[in-house]
DNA sequence: AACCAATGCAACCGCCTGAGG
DNA sequence: TCCTCAGGCGGTTGCATTGGT
């Protein structure tokens, strides 16, 4: 997509207007350049000395959001929805504090995530995502899936990199610059997913309590997440932990509920492969 | 092939905070 | 203490792309 035929507020004929809209090339070489030689911050010194006819606001975001060079691109890793998944779950809608800990993604991708993928589900199932019963079916059925996710392509030895894979960046004319390095290992996080981690140990870093079924159901909820599993596809590892395959019939979830520990069992260490039909079998294997 | 709806994401907007005068 | 400004943040929008019919 040539960025150039995206409209663009400002008009040729009047260059002492501000420009908004997509950037182009010439515009991200000039910032580049700019912060090459003068750095970061004093962003709308920057606008005006770069020549570029944007805001401060504008090249910051730019830079920050795409043109920096340890910028990740790609899809995000089960490793890092995980992180993300658990993060949210502390902290809520706290996108630069979440972001600070998935290193070379901005808050920005992180906040897409969010509503593109787990708000989309909520919606979906009709559920508040600030609701108990939402925290509780991302950490019961979602995370785990994405811990499964994660043991699948260790054990097969493909650890999984969607970021590997080249992204259409019809957005922009270029690669951004090579990292000096490449982007720390999640293992360096103090909130760290390791493919190794186990559910207790995710949960733990979280101060919600984790028991998996400590959580005040409402019936009525979980009927229209059941229903709403109908409807859902299985595409990507979001879905995939709703997919109806892997929900509990609604009488053996409740009774589940009252019962069950946590600590004892390592999640990551259980065969999950091949399709777990239902909860019980899910909690078979679990206890 | 053409159309349409859904999706994903870059970019913008408005508000808030903190620093400096 | 008040004002101004820069920077940062979360929410929202616009549009290219994708997928389905």
């Known amino acids: 997509m040539p960025t150039s035929s995206k409209s663009i507020s400002s008009s040729s004929e009047d260059d002492s207007e501000v420009r908004r809209g997509p950037w182009t090339l010439e515009e991200d070489n000039l910032l580049i350049h700019y912060i090459t030689d003068h750095g970061e911050g004093r962003w709308n010194l920057l606008a005006k000395r770069s020549g570029l006819r944007r805001t401060g606001k504008s090249c910051r975001l730019r830079w920050l959001n795409y043109l920096k060079p340890d910028i990740k691109r790609g899809n995000l890793t089960p490793q890092e929805q995980l992180l993300i998944l658990e993060l949210h779950s502390k902290w809520g809608n706290r996108w630069s504090k979440i972001a600070q800990h998935l290193p070379g ?36 059925f979602w995370m785990p899936r994405l811990l499964q996710k994660i043991q699948e392509s260790s054990s097969s030895g493909l650890f999984v990199q969607d970021s590997a894979i080249p992204q259409p960046l019809d957005n922009c004319h270029q690669q951004p610059p090579p990292a000096a390095e490449p982007p720390q290992a999640i293992q360096s996080l103090d909130y760290h997913v390791s493919e190794s981690m186990n559910m207790p140990e995710i949960c733990q870093l979280s101060e919600y309590p984790i028991g998996p079924f400590h959580a005040i159901v409402n019936d009525n909820d979980y009927d229209t997440f ?5 409807y859902a596809d299985n595409n990507s590892y979001e879905m995939e932990a709703f997919h109806l395959g892997s929900m509990p019939a609604l009488g053996n979830f409740e009774n589940s509920t009252s019962n069950s520990h946590v600590a004892e069992n390592n999640w990551a260490e259980n065969d999950f492969s091949g399709s777990v039909r239902n909860m019980d079998e899910l909690w078979q294997i679990r206890n």
Not at 226 to 230: I, L, N
Request: with cysteine; aromatic share 12%; glycine share 2%.
């Open 226 to 230: 059941v229903k709403g599993c109908y």
């Open 105 to 140: 993604r901005t808050d920005n991708e992180i906040k897409n995530y969010w509503r593109t993928r787990v708000q989309k589900q909520a919606r979906l199932f009709k559920i508040d995502t600030n609701s108990t019963t939402f925290q509780d079916i991302i950490r019961r």
